[in-house]
């Protein structure tokens, strides 16, 4: 069986920037197991794959080491094989989650747009964990799937290297620390103290469901410019509107090529 895989990076508008996610076009779906080996041998972040029915896709996402539930960077990916690779003439997709229904558009500018579920965190006691773990002190903690952690200065984020090994046993998907930006809205850096590859994710599509409606609130504006401050770095702009969050990025293609199974 011969299926096509593309590596695509997202929320960048130049090669090598942004976050790459390794997205596989299936006939229909095959046993999770396979999905699975087929991600750690990808070894990237995420390896999405989708299926197209009659009137959208069914998509999934799978890191080396489990399932995710929602993944931005990897649906803008598939996003732009479908719009590039597969059906040009659309200028919207329709996804079927495990996250409920997810939208990408197709816009005049070559970005593309994905209508995402807000997820707006709570505030919760800051672990003490992350008091040991950081070297910068943590101002706020919020917590829905991910954990976010609030500094005070965009240097702080940026300077900050975390030791993950104190983090492990926290019962959140992701680490998150952000502040007020000094060039866009907020900035971020995500962490996975559990990742068998990376744990610093270079843009983080699904934490921005949290950080918008987060940054929104703090800000009291509902339009909003990311900066996710990893070495690749990313983009986002943002919007939030009722109980969605949209997040608009470039993609750039780096492979085109087939799995043999």
Known sequence: M???IYQIDTFTKKLFGGNPAAICHLPYWLDDELLQNIAIENNLA???FFVEKEEYYEIRWFMPHAEIDLCGHATLASAYVIFEYINPKLKKIVFSSQSGVLKAKKEENGSITLDFPSRPPIPVTIPEEIHNALSAEPIEAFAAR???ITLSSEEEVILE???LKLLKKLPYLCIIITSKGNKADFVSRVFDANADILPEDPVTGSAHSSLVPLW???LNKT???AFQLSKRGGELDCKIKGDRVFMSGYAVPY???QIDI
């Open 46 to 48: 995420e390896t999405g």
């Open 161 to 163: 290297k975390p030791n």
């Open 216 to 218: 929104a609130a703090k």
């Open 2 to 4: 011969k299926i096509p």
């Open 223 to 225: 339009q909003l410019k």
């Open 146 to 148: 991910d954990l976010i």
């Open 255 to 257: 492979l085109l090529g």
